[in-house]
């Protein structure tokens, strides 16, 4: 990509209502713009990057076996009605009346419309396991929107529904969910801990939110020090086997958010614990038959009786998610984006556009990156030098190529590793050796 | 994909309340399934259909130089008070209040708030031009939702934005959007049709949509029969050209709606003219300074004076076209997709599931399918032979590889061309041979 061809607003100075890290990086790079309190319209990197999380989640999903569909944003308030949440839900629903004066609502969450589209067409236990995802915009009005879109009130969510005939194959299809959540933190490049959670208003007896450790996160967590090294075999996973072993692993180390650690607890006296911050990214819920009892999705049990279906939900907050990621992963300088989901892998910089030789070397390493199949972005703008150089900082790719008038005179080109800051003076072969390895 | 694990809910029998095809085929083929009045869940072999026309239809934009951003559904009033469309808009909109009374509104489309943007980044001609798209749900509270998908109150659309320093350059931008329109529909494997057009609340000086031919279209057209064999010069298009001709060529021929037709206006005695019937799919506007001028989205231009930016904006209907496909691709038994939008492009039956012979050469010709980088739909159900059959018509993917015991025991395999009926009986290698060959 040509950055004179890509809308990249980015701000010089450090917007004024922005508190935490994440958002202040988020508006000055931007990725984003604030168009109502908690509401947010993506500009082309913030897009990149949001689509970059959804297709890492998506790919887990459907690896797990899930099937995509989309419902809509505006429900109806009826089914709502149904399930005895209409009520319950309070001022963070936000509640509509369409010209013919009917009720409809922003949808928070989708249990009781899923429940809808399974209860019509699925009477068998033979159309089971089922799990249904999808990945739409929801609404909660939140009392205060803050912190950019790490707390909004229009967010996008993956939300995925299971459905089983009995709850030992509710639990087993919990069991995934969990498994392919490290999973797809992991091909995040995150580092993330489950814990054992509340269920809140989505309801059941088992749940787990899943924590992403940030030194700037909004809750303080405790957990084992083993854990964060811990990673399980996910390497190997398979999701057809029982997984219960696996999550097993990993919920045996202890952890837990502030609320619910007591540090008096007699079990944990001998644990060797930390106390680091953590942002909430996932929550999984298993609530068997909450929903199906009082809407009625019954299926034919292989028995010939019926019975309501058993379900749980899993939800990943993918726009919250890109905050995380940075809050996770950054510096004074800037954004430092993990590989796996940084929107370009090179950011070619050109110190003197409009020079013949600069043009031209960039010209060549920029066909050379993309036909070893790496994207790059390329600075041919006619800024400054300094001003492009902070600019590629604060944008964080993991790659910064250098090329200016001293470099060409000298033969020798930086090569800058984002992450530890460390450059690098290479030849252009040693350079193009360099992009012809996969260095992800 | 295994159809046993697809969530795919079709229906024996044509639904009650659907009146064209393209929603009776939506419904039976598990597609769609409607939460309330205009307003449908997508299951998961629609959300795939959606998908390929949205994905077609941003590559195209991205071809075209535009930028993908993303703006929010709900939208603030105060941006459409500044232009003055808040209270003509009617009761189309879908007007809401939040938690602290400020008004909200569900986005009919988005001129205001990409202006907004704008203006908040862009003040010199040395941005421009620039084109800004987006692909969003937006809600019209339309007065009789009905035809499904086709008028529905939630869509899809694409829209994008164009802005430019002056008249002759916003031209230009026009150019290469009206181009591009011809290109993505092509692409979709569909006939469309420019027209001179209205352009209604959303202003301007200049405007065409574009009309899918279809026999069962809601709208009658009046064309010269030379124009739906025209092509132009389509498939060597250089966005970097100026367009003009190309364009000038597609508005020479003539073509109107009903509204517009007039047969008794003497340029077009002479003409070869034919009647048939279309679906409008994509409309654009060449606005000028409609918006910029009230909301104050001034540039300075290279003489160093200010100028109200030069707008345009340009619209795909993606949910609508998913159902203006199955309007100009069906027959009595069912969806006939175009190979360039098809869910997969084989549907491989076994006629006799849990046979020995039929579920191995199934096995082998699943896996070579994909080898290939073909997609496959390989139906491992066990239904009877008649259902399945029945069922992949109403699917209507490219091609039918039909296994059954008889043709086991002759090594003749049935081949079904969906879109002629036509049905080869091949040998293995015959049939691998014809895998082999590129035949999209």
Known sequence: MLLSRFFLPVLKETPK????VSHIYMLRAGMIQQSSSGI???????????????????????????????????????????SGRYEDYGKEMLRIKDRNERDLLYGPTNEELVTEIFRTHVKSYKGLPLNLFHIQWKFRDELRPRFGVMRGREFLMKDA?????????????????????????????????????????IGGDLSHEFIVIADTGESEV????????????????????????????????????EEKHNPNDKKIQSLNLIKTRGIEVGHIFHFGQKYSKPMNAI??????????????????????????????????????????????????INLKSGDKSCDDTCKNLYKLIQEKNYTVLYDDTDERAGAKLARADLLGLPFQIIIGPKGIKEKLFDLKNRKNGKIERLSYDELSNFINQNNR
Chains 1, 2 share one sequence.
């Not at 020090?225 to 075999?233: I, T």
């Not at 398979?238 to 180390?253: A, G, I, P």
């Not at 990943?316 to 590989?339: F, M, T, Y």
């Open 161 to 201: 529904y299971s459905f089983d005939v009995d709850y030992e194959s509710s639990i087993k299809s919990y069991n995934i969910m969990f498994i392919s959540y490290m999973q797809l933190f992991k091909k995040m490049g995150l580092k993330a801990i489950p814990m054992k959670a509340d269920t809140g208003p």
């Open 299 to 348: 299926v034919n049990k292989n028995d010939g009786k019926n019975t309501p279906v058993y379900m749980g939900s899993y939800g990943v907050g993918l726009s919250r998610l890109v905050g995380a990621v940075i809050e996770a992963n950054h510096d004074k300088d800037g954004i430092v984006w993990p590989q796996e989901i940084a929107p370009w892998h090179y950011n070619l």
């Open 40 to 82: 947010y319209s993506w500009l082309p990197l913030g897009k990149i990057i949001l689509d970059n999380i959804t297709d890492i989640c998506r790919n887990e999903m459907i690896l797990a076996g899930a099937n995509e569909i989309l419902m809509p944003t505006l429900q109806s308030a009826n089914i709502w009605k149904e």
């Open 222 to 257: 405790f957990l084992e020090e083993d854990f964060l090294s811990f990673e399980g075999s996910l390497n190997e996973i398979n999701y057809e086997r029982d997984l219960q072993n696996e999550v097993d692993k990993f919920t045996s180390f202890y952890a837990a958010t």
């Open 17 to 20: 209502d922005a508190e935490i």
